[in-house]
């Protein structure tokens, strides 16, 4: 089906396209010298951000095919910033369908954005030409990268590589989810409404929303959250359905008459701690929380998330992995009846909503993460109590992270049994279900969970 493309960016007193496509171009070069994404857009001007970033986050799609078209029309290297425009041309244009504009509309405000910019203009007339001979030859030359897996994936070759060994069964349906844009997910307070009656007050404001898992609700469209009856107040919270399965993975047959010591050892930015505390709250537990986070500024967003939902937690600051320096002072030395590590990994599940990801990850980063992570499991299965429990979770689909991690745990720590746990889940939305039959709640992130039991 052929749509109609806008031939400009919406509205007279929008932007022109040039000055997007160069501000993207600039986003994509300080990713591909090591920024972040959310860095990257930061620098960029605040008024033209939402549509940068719409454009940058289709650009991170489709970056394998366009570095392969690049290839394709200038053998050699062109300059940094060059490639760059280069390549945000070519992400975006190549796919006709897809394309967010007209592909001539694109490569005449490249060609503009070339000759806008100091960084760029001297090259003006070579950026005209390889893209003018891309719009001539576009079929042939999309044909010419198909054998090229980057190119099809849009992921690095080591990172295609290391998911059709971890997952021979499922690795395409897996990249392909993972390079489809991530709906908005909300988890509606246990204590304060109801996934049913929070979805009726978004009807009513003509928000479409479906349910997801026990507590959350998919929106058909983002909406900022100041658009989201009850947020200011902590009805409703921003989390993906696939995190939103810690809290009753760990909590669901705790004693709620029982004063227990949680722990949440990686806790920034307070999402799951929240959860807890919400969990908690719904059924008057006297459990008591400690939020642990090894980075301080992070940590300070603990504190906001915790405010704005009305709860609280007791938050310390200090490496997990080194139990010495905080664990008499926040428990006195008592051991803790759970606890949940969700530890820090490549984040390889959530490249949907992080597209940068992918790219600034090096292959060297999964095992130093799985170390991190085996370092961060020896120091705190010592505290856990003799029959207490122990959720760990990355939000990574790579089995170093994930069940290698755990079969090594149990192999090395033989008080240590492996309770009914979902394990590997898969990025996707319900239409994949059939195609990711362990798809959970049928819309979330990739993600890992094992449920541990101390041994009495
Ligand atoms: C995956 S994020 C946690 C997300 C959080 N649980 C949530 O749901 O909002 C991992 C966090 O662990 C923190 N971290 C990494 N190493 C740590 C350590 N050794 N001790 C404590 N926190 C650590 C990171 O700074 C990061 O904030």
């Known amino acids: 089906m052929t749509t109609t493309k806008p031939s ?22 300080a990713i591909r010298a090591g920024q972040s994404g959310t860095a990257a857009l930061d620098a960029s001007d605040a008024a033209l951000r939402p549509a940068v970033q719409a454009l940058l986050f289709q650009v991170l799609r489709n970056l394998g095919r366009a570095q392969a078209l690049r290839r394709q029309l200038a053998p050699r290297n062109p300059p940094a910033r060059v490639d760059a425009l280069l390549c945000t041309a070519l992400a975006l244009a190549w796919d006709t369908e897809a394309a967010p504009y007209e592909p001539f509309t694109l490569v005449n405000q490249a060609v503009q954005a070339a000759k806008h910019s100091a960084a760029t203009r001297a090259q003006a007339g070579f950026v005209n030409a390889c893209l003018r001979r891309f719009l001539r030859e576009r079929e042939a030359l999309v044909v010419a990268t198909q054998g090229d897996e980057v190119a099809v994936w849009n992921h690095p070759a080591w990172w295609i590589k290391r998911l059709r060994q971890d997952h021979p069964e499922r690795w395409q349906q897996i990249l392909q989810a993972s390079n489809l844009p991530a ?6 307070s246990k204590k304060k409404s109801s996934p049913a009656l929070y979805q009726q007050a978004l009807t009513a404001i003509k928000i479409e929303s479906t349910l997801v898992g026990d507590s959350g609700l998919a929106l058909a469209r983002p909406v900022p959250v100041g658009q989201l009856p009850g947020f200011a107040d902590g009805v409703v919270s921003v989390q993906d359905g696939a995190a ?54 992070r940590a300070e967003r603990i504190h906001d998330n915790l405010r704005r939902l009305g709860l609280s937690a007791q938050v310390v600051v200090a490496d997990a992995a080194r139990p010495a320096d905080w664990w008499q002072q926040a428990s006195g030395g008592a051991l803790f009846d759970a606890i949940l590590l969700d530890a820090p990994c490549t984040a390889s599940g959530i490249v949907r909503r992080h597209p940068d990801v992918r790219w600034l990850r090096r292959e060297s980063d999964v095992a130093q993460l799985a170390g991190q992570q085996a370092r961060l499991l020896a120091a705190l299965w010592p505290l856990l109590r003799p029959g207490g429990r122990m959720l760990y979770c990355t939000c990574s689909v790579f089995r170093a992270e994930g069940d290698e991690q ?17 394990g590997h889940l898969f990025p996707g939305n319900p239409d994949m279900r059939h195609a990711l039959p362990d798809n959970g709640p049928g819309e979330h992130d990739g993600f890992f969970y094992a449920l541990l039991q101390k041994k009495t």
Not at 8 to 29: H, I, K, V
Not at 245 to 271: E, H
């Open 406 to 422: 755990i079969t090594a745990f149990l192999a090395h720590n033989t008080d240590a049994l492996l309770l009914p746990s979902p």
């Open 183 to 188: 709906p908005m997910v909300l988890r509606v």
């Open 244 to 297: 939103q399965m810690a809290a009753p993975l760990l909590l669901a047959g705790l004693d709620a008459s029982q004063p227990l010591r949680l722990l949440d050892a990686c806790a920034a930015p307070g999402g799951k701690t929240a959860h807890l505390l919400e969990w908690a709250a719904a059924l008057r537990a006297p459990w008591q929380v400690t939020a642990l986070e090894v980075d301080a500024q």
């Open 8 to 29: 400009a960016p919406g509205g007279a007193a929008s932007p022109p396209l040039s000055r997007l496509l160069d501000a993207t171009a600039t986003a994509l070069q």
